[in-house]
């Protein structure tokens, strides 16, 4: 038999080596638990995103009723159903949002989180992963786009339209829209499994192109005006996908890294800097150009911006981006301290731009319906 002081001698023995067991156990789930909550976007911002969301359609249904641009049920016989016609602005706010999510992954990938070397950290891959995911998000909108649109335009039911396949693809806002579906089906395809940043650049360089059709497609006429407020146009959507994807980036990766959130909030001001003013400039030779078109020439620009649909919305969307510039003045001032602590002031007023782009977005697609 084992005497009981042969039985404590034992456990003496095994209790060191026990407690250091579980000491290693307990280290390893707390460095596991502190990286999934590097990782893991706080429950605050999924509510913020869905908010924006929320907040884009919202933005887009009311001003579109405000303005009595809203799709309309004609009651003839052989056209497009209401919802059909509905189906044209939520599709459009649909691309619209994948669009700043693609742009904001890529814009990460290769400017936010860009590390010496030339490959992408793990970061980087996953942002390059969600810009795939968007992109698909992106180009299925694209492609049933066009076919809505062809519906519209032709005033022919949806169900119907291969009678009509010919006169469909030469309707130029349709064909916009096909040419950027193709070129997002290849961007979603050829950035999924990247590894270098070489790769990414080239995919941003592809979503570019992508904003370039439906942007040249807004302005069909020809007076000199119009042709400038169309090119000012695509540096405007570019800019603002750049600023909003950029903003978004930085919440969705920024937050990853405690001793890289700095830097990557520094380069995301540098990017925002650039974009906001290109944003503001274009917009304005934009909107001048438009209500110029609306008005036959430059003197009629102040009578219509008070009185047209398309002036109110422009209002109201310059009263959001200043809106959006002072918030994001206040972001900076807040940008110090430890930033991932939880209640500080600086991700709610990054929440608050966030909310306010989403407004921006709706009444965008908003203003595109009635032009």
Known sequence: MVSDQAVGGRLTLLWPRAHHCRARVGAMSTTRATRAAR????????????????????ALVVALFATGSEPRDTGGIGGPSLFVAWLLPLLRLIATLATVGCAGALLAAVILLRIEGGLLGTQGRRAVRDASNSAVIWAACSFVGAAVTAAVLLDTPLDLLYLRLDDALGVPEVKALLITGILVVALAIGIRRVQTSQAARLGVVVAIAALIPNA????????????????????HVIAATTWIGGLAGLVRYGRASRSGLPIVLERYQQ?????????????LISAAGRLAAQAGGWSGVPDVL?????????????????????????????????????NVPFWQIVGFELVVMALTLGLSVALSQTA
């Open 39 to 58: 990782h893991r976007m706080p429950g605050r911002l999924v509510v913020g995103g869905l908010a924006a969301v929320v907040v884009a359609s919202i």
């Open 216 to 235: 040249l497609t807004a302005f069909p006429r020809n007076e000199s005006y119009v042709v400038l407020a169309g090119a000012a146009l695509v540096v």
């Open 271 to 283: 990017v925002a800097n650039v974009s906001s003013i290109a944003l503001i400039l274009s917009g």
């Open 306 to 342: 008070t009185s047209d649909a398309y002036g109110v919305l422009l209002i109201i969307k310059v009263v959001a981006v200043v809106l959006l510039l002072v918030a994001a003045s206040l972001s900076r001032r807040q940008a110090t301290g430890n930033l991932l602590e939880r």
